[in-house]
Nanobody
Framework: QVQLVESGGGLVQPGGSLRPSCAVS????????MSWYRQAPGKERELVAS????????NYGDSVKGRFTISRDNAKNTVALQMNSLNSEDTAVYYC????????????WGRGTQVTVSS
């Protein structure tokens, strides 16, 4: 059974930091590209950051470049998102996503963790 379990969300003041993490089980983590998406109320889900299976390449959404950093630990089957200089527009549910292309595209989602930026 594949599980992606996010943790580390919460309430933070503007300008603060959070580091949500995603623990993955039930699949070969080291062959999956991993991503963080977010969805704010009334908005579509958007890509925040992604990292290749090896960890050698990362990609970020324009709104978080320079503030967020994605990382992974293939020994621990975890992926994390360091979020700095948070503002109210970062308020959303953050979802962990795994993807592996074999003969077809295999995708997995976590249930999400709430991040709220407010004073």
């Amino acid at each position: 059974q594949v599980q992606l379990v996010e943790s580390g969300g919460g309430l933070v003041q503007p300008g603060g930091s959070l580091r949500p993490s995603c623990a993955v089980s039930g699949l070969v983590f080291s062959v999956h590209d991993m991503s963080w998406y977010r969805q704010a109320p009334g908005k579509e889900r958007e890509l925040v950051a992604s990292i290749t299976s090896s960890g050698n390449s990362t990609n970020y959404g324009d709104s978080v470049k320079g503030r967020f950093t994605i990382s992974r630990d293939n020994a621990k089957n975890t992926v994390a998102l360091q979020m700095n200089s948070l503002n109210s527009e970062d308020t959303a549910v953050y979802y962990c996503h795994g993807r592996h292309v074999v003969y077809t595209i295999l995708e997995y989602w976590g249930r999400g963790t709430q991040v709220t930026v407010s004073s």
